[in-house]
T-cell receptor, first 112, second 118 residues
Framework: QKEVEQNSGPLSVPEGAIASLNCTYS??????FFWYRQYSGKSPELIMS????GDKEDGRFTAQLNKASQYVSLLIRDSQPSDSATYLC????????????FGAGTRLAVHP | GAVVSQHPSRVICKSGTSVKIECRSL??????MFWYRQFPKKSLMLMAT?????????EQGVEKDKFLINHASLTLSTLTVTSAHPEDSSFYIC??????????????FGEGSRLTVL
């Protein structure tokens, strides 16, 4: 069974701190990994994509991928209250029509 | 990024009626579109994959006769919830995969449609 696991949280961090979000997946053949941010009542928006082992940085966001351990993480530096949202990890499982399987999401709360 | 538009954003209907939700790719051609549903505080559940000009592929447990999907053009897919019941109330979100470029799996999401069945 194709699975994507995330800690549901909430993860509470103070403003300015680093928020660390983690995700594990079951399909060793997966090649594409995504982090989406979803505000309450809205649809997901893409934050980061990562395809190779290692780190990928974009502004305050860093995605980290370790295919051997089958985990992907998202670091948010200098967290802001506006970062408070649910972060969804999505994995493009091997085979099929590139359909994304989503984790349950981690709710992040950044408090002033 | 690419723009996907979904309509209506909210719909309230009576039990037993049918509701159609449209998903359009505005600035690119979407050969493949995906329909998800999301219950409150839950993750997105993939319902079906539709490819332009062919029948949709439904995920296990999704009733294809209840959730009719049509992908008649490269810019439009529709989801029709037939004979809706209160348990069908949910947030339905479409997404699209572009027709060109690398096969990385990145999806562009519509704004979502919140269906409430009375």
């Amino acid at each position: 069974q194709k699975e994507v696991e995330q800690n549901s949280g909430p993860l509470s961090v103070p403003e300015g701190a680093i928020a660390s979000l983690n995700c594990t997946y079951s399909d060793r053949g997966s090649q594409s990994f995504f982090w989406y941010r979803q505000y309450s009542g809205k649809s997901p928006e893409l934050i980061m994509s990562i395809y190779s082992n290692g780190d990928k940085e974009d502004g305050r966001f860093t995605a980290q991928l370790n295919k051997a351990s089958q985990y992907v993480s998202l670091l948010i530096r200098d967290s802001q209250p506006s970062d408070s949202a649910t972060y969804l990890c999505a994995v493009n499982f091997s085979g099929g029509y590139n359909k994304l399987i989503f984790g349950a999401g981690t709710r992040l709360a950044v408090h002033p | 990024g690419a723009v996907v538009s979904q309509h209506p954003s909210r719909v309230i209907c009576k039990s037993g009626t049918s509701v159609k939700i449209e998903c359009r790719s505005l600035d690119f051609q979407a050969t493949t579109m995906f329909w998800y549903r999301q219950f409150p505080k839950k993750s997105l559940m993939l319902m079906a994959t539709s490819n332009e000009g062919s029948k949709a592929t439904y995920e296990q447990g999704v009733e294809k006769d209840k959730f009719l999907i049509n992908h008649a053009s490269l810019t439009l897919s529709t989801l029709t919830v037939t004979s809706a019941h209160p348990e069908d109330s949910s947030f339905y979100i479409c997404s699209a995969k572009g027709s060109g470029g690398s096969n990385t799996g990145e999806l562009f999401f519509g704004e979502g449609s919140r269906l409430t069945v009375l």
